[in-house]
T-cell receptor, first 114, second 111 residues
Framework: DAGVTQSPTHLIKTRGQQVTLRCSPKSGHDTVSWYQQALGQGPQFIFQYYEEEERQRGNFPDRFSGHQFPNYSSELNVNALLLGDSALYLC?????????????FGDGTRLSIL | GESVGLHLPTLSVQEGDNSIINCAYSNSASDYFIWYKQESGKGPQFIIDIRSNMDKRQGQRVTVLLNKTVKHLSLQIAATQPGDSAVYFCAENGDDYKLSFGAGTTVTVRA
């Protein structure tokens, strides 16, 4: 049973560029959330997707956008990259429609901005 | 606003001893809490969860205690092993959609 998978594992970009990160949820999960984890900090919620729509958003600018596909996989897009966007980007999935289900995380994409 | 925090950023424990990691939360409306373990280069790994209608839950070598009166959560690890060395996060589910994490406690197991 495959867990949450993310690609790529590492990425290097320069300021002003755009990036797309990808996530496949755990089998049986239909809800995908994205988190940003700066070095030495806990993950910070970016947004969550369910039924191909953004259901809730954290305190992140519009440069951060996402998408969910019919097969429940998801993409995170970041435009006009800033040095401060360097972080580990984590995807988490869970079963929607049921309360209090744990989110399961992938191993993340390490994004470095030069 | 809601916040989740851990009392100590680091914990050093002798192999074989029990570990206790503490966490305080501020949102009294939170109804679901999760402990995660994060090893270097990996994503957070689910350890155990607890709902607000419980005050204790046990797993394999781990116990989570919830004290809603003082808004405090703890994770106890029995007979700590070298493989338990990691960063531990408590997370709060204040609503159905997102988790709020603290900064984490780094646990180092001494041989």
């Amino acid at each position: 049973d495959a867990g949450v998978t993310q690609s790529p594992t590492h990425l290097i970009k320069t300021r002003g560029q755009q990036v797309t990160l990808r996530c496949s949820p755990k089998s049986g999960h239909d809800t995908v959330s994205w988190y940003q984890q700066a070095l030495g900090q806990g993950p910070q919620f970016i947004f969550q997707y369910y039924e191909e729509e953004e259901r809730q958003r954290g305190n992140f600018p519009d440069r951060f956008s996402g998408h969910q596909f019919p097969n429940y996989s998801s993409e995170l897009n970041v435009n006009a990259l800033l040095l401060g966007d360097s972080a580990l980007y984590l995807c988490a999935s869970r079963r929607g429609g049921a309360e209090n289900q744990p989110q399961h995380f992938g191993d993340g994409t390490r994004l470095s901005i030069l | 606003g809601e916040s989740v925090g851990l009392h100590l950023p680091t914990l050093s424990v002798q192999e074989g001893d029990n570990s206790i990691i503490n966490c305080a939360y501020s949102n009294s409306a939170s109804d679901y809490f999760i402990w995660y373990k994060q090893e270097s280069g990996k994503g957070p790994q689910f350890i155990i969860d607890i709902r607000s209608n419980m005050d204790k839950r046990q797993g394999q070598r781990v116990t989570v205690l919830l004290n809603k009166t003082v808004k405090h959560l703890s994770l106890q690890i029995a007979a700590t092993q070298p493989g338990d060395s990691a960063v531990y996060f408590c997370a709060e589910n204040g609503d159905d959609y997102k988790l709020s994490f603290g900064a984490g406690t780094t646990v180092t197991v001494r041989a």
